[in-house]
């Protein structure tokens, strides 16, 4: 293992979020051009056990980012990355800050949510988060935005100016999805010749908007008999099982938790549906297109209407509009499945979209020979 690294990715934990997936695999994608990566994590904490061949995992053992700082100090001082490449607002922050107290690391930061809506609930200390990403953001080297709805976002909330934020699309397109998507979905309702499976994926939790689908498969259910299944882990568990109950659908709900490969219950089901109150780039929706679902998504900020182009592949629909989601859900049980065109493809193909961030960071598409 060389002394230095040729560049460090930076991120909260292995929990094995759209995030950290990413990031994982960019730093995966750079190991296997021959770079030397380090993966940077506040704390291993997560489902993720492997992050990678020829990646080497710092783990800076803190509880959280804001305990982090004299850590990281200490790993650039003894690493060396000439480039640090971060996701997350808090870990944003704080590569930014250990950059600038160390001296010759190169910070670029990746932003994945809008941050006028992400932090808009969080009251003091959402208004408290976004002074520092204004502070830290105009300092980094280069900011990066996941879709164009996050970068208007980050010019209207942070103030940077348009030439400073570089849109680049998640590499969502990987050889792990199409492995995953050869597999056979590991639940009953796939094999017992019952009644359509329309499957979400993601966190139970408010942003996902679960209940709002709960609620619109319940009222597709009158014209269109149909079974829920939410793959995810999340604090609203209980919430959704009693909401299915008090509709008369519990038995037509079903929860089976985080599943590490979506990709053939995506392939397989007869609807994916996206229900999210807002976004980023949702990763799970670009995922189940590339592996041939037919999909339904809220039309919220952001990323949904980018990745549909506007409805031409998939139905939209207003964010927490639970007749409409019931109408399209209908429509979308019966629809044909249709092709994607290539350029389509090429948007999230995680060979073009590596090649986009190597540029951003400052990097050639492969190492010299000779370090």
């Known amino acids: ?117 992400d932090l808009s609930a969080a009251g003091l200390k959402g208004r408290a988060v976004r002074l520092a990403m204004r502070v830290a953001y105009q300092a980094a080297t280069a900011v990066v935005a996941v879709s164009q709805g996050v970068g208007r976002s980050l010019q209207a909330t942070l103030g940077l100016a348009p030439e400073r934020v570089t849109v680049i699309a998640n590499p969502v397109i990987t050889e792990r999805v199409a492995e995953g998507a050869a597999g056979v979905p590991d639940h009953p309702w796939f094999h017992d010749g019952g009644d359509p499976v329309v499957v979400g994926v993601g966190r139970l939790v408010e942003q996902k908007g679960f209940d709002t689908l709960v609620r619109a498969v319940a009222l597709a259910n009158e014209r269109a008999p149909c079974r829920l299944l939410v793959l995810g882990e999340g604090p609203l568990r209980a919430e959704l099982t009693e909401l299915a109950a008090s509709l008369g659908v519990a038995e037509r709900l079903a929860l089976p938790g985080f599943a590490a490969n979506p990709f053939p219950y995506m392939r397989e089901c007869e609807l994916f549906v996206l229900s999210s109150r807002w976004e980023g780039l949702p990763n799970v929706l670009i995922q189940a297109m590339a592996v041939g679902a037919k999909v339904v998504a809220t039309d919220c900020p952001s990323g949904p209407d980018e990745i549909l182009d506007g409805g031409r592949h998939g139905r939209l629909v207003p964010v927490d509009d639970v007749a409409a989601l019931a109408d399209a859900i209908v429509e979308g049980l019966s629809a044909p499945r249709r092709p994607l065109p290539p350029e389509w493809r090429a948007r999230y193909e995680a060979g073009a979209v590596l090649d986009r961030y190597l540029a951003v960071l400052g990097l050639p598409p492969c190492p010299q020979e000779e370090r």
């Open 1 to 117: 293992m060389s002394a230095r690294a040729d560049v460090a990715v930076f991120m909260p934990s292995l929990r094995g979020g759209g995030a950290e997936r990413v990031m994982l695999d960019l730093a995966q994608g750079m190991a296997g051009r021959g770079y030397a990566v380090d993966v940077v994590v506040v704390n291993r904490e997560g489902a993720v056990q492997e992050v990678g061949q020829g990646v080497r995992l710092v783990d800076l053992e803190r509880s959280r980012a804001a305990t982090a700082l004299p850590a990281l100090v200490r790993y650039l001082r003894r690493r060396r990355p000439p480039v640090m490449l971060s996701t997350l607002e808090h870990t944003n922050v704080l590569a930014v800050v250990a950059a600038r107290l160390v001296g010759g690391t190169r910070v670029v930061v990746r932003e994945a949510n809008t941050p006028d809506v």
